[in-house]
């Protein structure tokens, strides 16, 4: 989970945010942060419309349906077993893998077995994640897009992983192709709250594991608190790759329909 900690000027503490996850793979949480992955991981989960997003809630019988494609549980685990590379050889091949636009330029950096996972998408296989990222015209559409990438920081429990933290800005003042779609310029700017994401890599330095869009403070940007390409098309005011009900929780858009958000 994120934790952030902000002080006055007299040392004291003025402000915490805490509970947000930052890879839902990982816990026996289900996903969920704070008391209510607490409740959750001891076997005393509170009402799933509380906790669970609709289209968490709405996925099984979907599926059934035939409507989404089933998931695949075992895509949705950490690497382990890796042998362990030297710490600044994994940071730099971190920096190679974000040079390299996370492996769209450079395919060879990913591994056969890589998956990108995100708090909604994924997992995504190799060529599904190459297709997808790559049809981001993001730069072309965005002269001034910035990514802000920091943090940078070797995981000390999962082997080979590396953390970091962004915040994408940009103004939409060109053509913006997203998938196969394009959407004319907006003149609106994304400004997206800090953003925590990690590429896990195998013995031989390639990656075999992304993670993204984890917004690590909701108050912050101006993507109503979403994170990655939802966020993005939230704060452009284009549509979402699912509708954005689907992303909260029933208790969550009712507090929206009546108001009392």
Not at 106 to 112: I, P, V
Not at 184 to 204: H, I, L, N, V, Y
């Amino acid at each position: 989970e994120a934790v952030s900690l902000r002080f006055a000027d007299d040392g004291r503490l003025i402000e915490l945010t805490t509970g947000y996850v930052v890879d839902r793979r990982v816990g026996t949480t289900g996903g969920l942060g704070g008391l209510f992955g607490v409740l959750e991981g001891i076997g005393y989960p509170l009402p799933a419309p509380l906790t669970r997003t609709t289209g968490e809630l709405l996925a099984p019988a979907l599926r059934a349906l035939g409507a989404i494609p089933r998931e695949d549980a075992s895509a949705l685990r950490v690497a382990t077993g890796l042998p362990r590379l030297p710490d600044a050889r994994v940071l730099e091949l971190a920096r190679a893998l974000h040079a390299a636009d996370f492996g769209v330029a450079d395919a060879s950096l990913l591994a056969e077995n890589f998956t990108f996972t995100g708090p909604v998408v994924g997992p995504l296989a190799k060529r599904e994640f190459l297709d997808a990222f790559g049809g981001f015209g993001l730069a072309a559409a965005m002269p001034d897009l910035e990514y802000r990438y920091r943090d940078l920081r070797v995981c000390p429990f999962d082997a080979n992983r590396v953390w970091y933290t962004s915040s994408p800005s940009g103004t939409h003042t060109a053509p913006l192709a997203l998938g196969g779609d394009e959407f004319a310029p907006t003149g609106r700017r994304w400004m997206s709250p800090p953003e925590c994401g990690s590429a896990q890599f195998d013995g031989d330095g390639r990656c075999v594991a992304l993670t993204g869009g984890y917004v690590m403070d909701r108050r912050m940007g101006n993507t109503d608190g979403l994170g990655g390409i939802f966020g993005l098309c939230a704060a452009l005011g284009l549509p979402t790759p699912l509708p954005a009900w689907l992303l909260r929780t029933p208790t969550q858009n009712f507090a929206r329909l009546t108001g009392s958000a």
